[in-house]
């Protein structure tokens, strides 16, 4: 009999991957609360669409459920469900005619989610707001590359998989990115920037 949710606080993500593909619902439902806020996030920088956002969210939490046992193991389940739910998305808009497989189109805001009286003795309210407005200027690849990397701690090769691209690209677009960043703000503020969002 299966205790509770609270056996897979520790656990790896290979072994709670596994007693959901075993069936367990427990394993199910922390699989649940523990990626959806963070898929729900990423999801709609990408779609920028609430409604969208949450159906393809559902989708995958019940594509998952209904195919378990044709599912393959992984050490990466954010991975794994971040790439699953990005590839939802792009369909979608694609089928909506918002999204033409160019990847530059897709609008990937950057929003900071923080505390503010911590962030505010980091740094002053208009330095803030330059950082997102020279984050939210860069081309949506790079947004998203730099978000995958610095805000949720992706590894180059997870981000290439996510992406759909090769990983050498994945150093290219995020060196890019913090190159186009330094050349329109002083380098500290860049710094401060990679140092805030690891």
């Known amino acids: 009999m299966e205790s509770s949710t609270t056996t897979y606080l520790y656990t790896t993500d290979a072994a709670l991957w596994d007693d959901f ?9 922390y699989l649940y609360s523990k990626y959806a806020p963070t898929l729900y996030n ?24 209904e195919t378990r046992e044709r599912l393959g193991r992984t050490d990466s389940i954010k991975f794994y469900l971040m790439r699953a739910l990005r590839r939802d998305i792009v369909r ?6 918002r999204f033409n497989h160019e990847l530059d189109t897709l609008d990937f805001t950057i929003e900071f989610q923080y505390e503010p009286t911590w962030l505010d003795r980091q740094i002053s309210q208009e ?9 939210n200027n860069l081309p949506a690849r790079q947004k998203e590359a730099l978000f995958l990397k610095y805000f949720d701690n992706l590894s180059y090769e997870e981000i290439a998989g996510i992406m759909g691209i ?11 990115a913090i190159a ?14 990679v140092a805030l969002i690891r």
């Not at 979608?92 to 005619?97: I, P, S």
């Not at 330095?127 to 984050?135: F, T, V, Y």
């Not at 090769?166 to 890019?176: A, M, N």
């Open 21 to 29: 593909l075993g069936g367990s619902k427990y394993a199910y439902a």
């Open 42 to 65: 990423y999801g709609y920088k990408i779609a920028q669409n609430r409604e969208l956002t949450e159906d393809c969210l559902q989708d995958l939490f019940l594509t998952i459920l």
């Open 92 to 97: 979608k808009l694609t089928n909506e005619q």
């Open 127 to 135: 330095q803030s707001a330059l950082l997102l407005s020279e984050l």
């Open 166 to 176: 090769e990983q050498t690209s994945v150093y290219k677009i995020v060196y890019k």
């Open 180 to 193: 186009s960043l330094q050349k329109r703000m002083p380098v500290q503020s860049v710094f401060l920037l």
